[in-house]
């Protein structure tokens, strides 16, 4: 797939100046740090040393003062407590944290995940029922609520009190809860507003100790479970965010949870980045909700005992095969739809139905899809008589406001930016496809439509020496907005040939002015084998790992473009 290359300005040559002065650092690292907006030294020592008095108080977040007198009420009287969450990894982590903080506090408390198939996303009144009949008055609700005025009002009348811990956007009218902790409220004045799902929880037991004179180890001891969710949120690792990601793997790395524990082991894994979290944790966790339950997950990762934490982690793997399984065998369905079919392939859309797909995983086909043709993508499939849909979209592209002004032939849908769920009537399937391509086609730009790879800034291989890296790696975790630096190198040459690993992999070592020699991998970029080969100088565009073979360490360029000169 064509890619743009993107080069990012070097704006303030002053700020890189002085801060190269003052840390006595590399221009190109100095560089680096001004395009994060770190541009004192105060700045960058905070970026680069994390510590917990970085967090904000839990107090300046709005309710949380009433939320926690709430809780103490209900503790003080007995009261049934149920934690509730959602059934993403967000959610269950969320839940897992905060129902094993109160539990070593109050006995008569639970947990409640809603049916992925049965009750949908958020707040059911399935739940609430439930609650009603077995004694709950306090529901504590994570990850999800924030939208759910009827089904709180619908709580009250049945005398169930609601906590709700959320991160999402509010609409224009909040629940009427007891208490709503969620700093994208209009009138909250929390100083970071970017936390997980997981993040809120977190500060939920965090004014409770504080407020309670607990020693902040028994709040810390979740430190892992935020970090899980901080990364398969896909939050930004910035501010508060990248003090939790930081300070939970270094607890994920150390002393995880035995549920964690578990499931690094069954992965085979360890010393694990934020990446390594999203692609081998957070899947595994996942997994549970999307082809059988999610209370399974949160089973594993309240698990106080190794061994059942290993057997209910070997379940879990057991699912997370079974998802790869659909997965492919769907991805590779929807992709012979669409290859099959020049109208398809020559659209600015992708909309796709198979009444046998399996639910769970449409979501992850689509996101498949969106990687493959770079462009807005829904797969549906049938779900209790109706079409059930996921949508993924490209960097840039609002998907939905392009589902709202397709509302008329959906029943509901709902979402951000970049991804969306929705339901419809299955006879309104080929006007959606029309709609959404017309609209699509009518507000996306060209550019948009073309995956664009963003260069930090230029260097010379000899630059990059094991001084460099060591300090390249204080830069992790890295995630949104904080990603792994890409950088740029010119003319460079192949040493030897490049070689396939795998099926579409490639291999080389390269060299500049016949200087510095480095080996790379290039995933997926068996296409540009004739020409690195040719023995003609080109560029590369890459990131800075370690590779560790036989318990060795040596540096590696991991290519992510390859262009001629």
């Known amino acids: 797939m064509e890619k743009r290359w993107v080069e990012r300005e070097v704006k303030n040559h002053t700020a890189i100046a002085e801060l190269q002065e003052s840390l006595k650092i590399d221009a190109v690292l100095a560089d680096l740090l001004v395009k994060r907006e770190i541009t004192s030294y105060d700045d960058a020592r905070l970026f680069f040393r994390p510590s917990l008095d970085q967090l904000h108080d839990p107090f300046l977040m709005k309710d949380m003062d009433l939320a926690i007198a709430r809780i103490e009420r209900a503790i003080q009287a007995g009261e049934k407590i149920l934690i509730y969450g959602d059934y993403d990894v967000d959610g269950t982590t969320a839940v897992a944290l905060t129902f094993s903080f109160f539990k070593k506090l109050h006995s008569e408390i639970d947990f409640y995940i809603p049916d992925r198939y049965v009750e949908g996303y958020g707040i059911s009144s399935q739940g609430i029922d439930y609650a009603a009949e077995h004694g709950y008055s306090l529901i504590i609700a994570l990850d999800c609520g924030i939208k759910a005025n009827d089904k709180i009002a619908y709580a009250n009348e049945k005398g169930v009190d609601f906590i709700i811990c959320d991160h999402h956007l509010p609409g224009d009218n909040l629940p009427a809860a007891i208490a709503i902790l969620d700093p994208k409220r209009a009138d909250c004045e929390y100083p970071y507003k970017e936390l997980s799902g997981c993040g809120i929880g977190f500060k939920l037991i965090q004014a409770y100790a504080q407020k309670n004179n607990l020693p902040f180890e028994e709040v810390s001891a979740y430190l892992d479970l935020v970090a899980v969710s901080t990364a398969a949120d896909i939050v930004p690792i910035t501010g508060e965010n990248r003090v939790l990601a930081s300070l939970g793997l270094q607890k994920l790395n150390t002393n995880p949870c035995n549920g964690l524990s578990a499931l690094m082991?069954?992965?085979?894994?360890?010393?694990?980045?934020?990446?390594?979290?999203?692609?081998?944790?957070?899947?595994r966790i996942n997994a549970a909700g999307r082809i059988d339950d999610a209370k399974h997950a949160v089973n594993l990762l309240i698990a106080e005992d190794a061994s059942l934490a290993f057997e209910k982690g070997q379940i879990i793997n057991t699912k997370n095969t079974e998802r790869k399984e659909h997965d492919s065998n769907i991805t590779e369905q929807a992709l012979a739809i669409i290859d099959q079919n020049p109208e398809l392939i020559a659209r600015k859309t992708t909309v796709v139905y198979n009444e046998d797909w399996h639910k769970g995983v449409i979501g992850i086909v689509a996101s498949r899809l969106t990687e493959k043709y770079y462009r807005p993508t829904i797969v549906m499939?049938?779900?209790?008589?109706?079409?059930?849909?996921?949508?993924?979209?490209?960097?840039?592209?609002?998907?939905?406001?392009?589902?709202s002004e397709c509302s008329e032939l959906l029943e509901q849908f709902g979402g951000h930016k970049y991804a969306a769920g929705l339901t419809m009537k299955i006879e309104n399937i080929p006007a959606?496809?029309?709609?959404?391509?017309?609209?699509?086609?009518r507000t996306i730009t060209e550019e948009q439509l073309v995956q664009a790879i963003n260069i930090d800034t230029e260097i010379l291989l000899n630059q990059i020496d094991a001084k460099f890296f060591r300090i390249l790696k204080q830069f992790e975790p890295f995630g949104p907005q904080n990603m792994a630096p890409i950088f740029i190198s010119k003319n460079v040459y192949t040493y030897g040939s490049a070689s396939l690993v795998g099926n579409n992999h490639l291999k080389m070592c390269i060299h500049q002015n016949n200087q510095t020699y480095y080996n790379c991998i290039g995933f997926g970029l068996a296409e540009f084998m004739p020409m690195v080969?040719?023995?003609?100088?080109?560029?590369?565009?890459y990131t800075i790992d370690e590779n560790i073979w036989k318990e060795k360490r040596s540096l590696q360029l991991n290519i992510k473009g390859i262009r001629a000169k």
């Open 265 to 283: 082991d069954i992965s085979g894994r360890k010393d694990l980045t934020i990446t390594d979290v999203v692609f081998t944790i957070g899947p």
């Open 381 to 403: 499939t049938h779900s209790n008589g109706k079409a059930a849909g996921s949508a993924r979209s490209v960097l840039g592209f609002d998907l939905y406001e392009a589902l």
């Open 432 to 441: 959606l496809q029309q709609k959404f391509e017309e609209v699509v086609s």
């Open 533 to 541: 080969n040719s023995g003609e100088a080109f560029d590369i565009c």
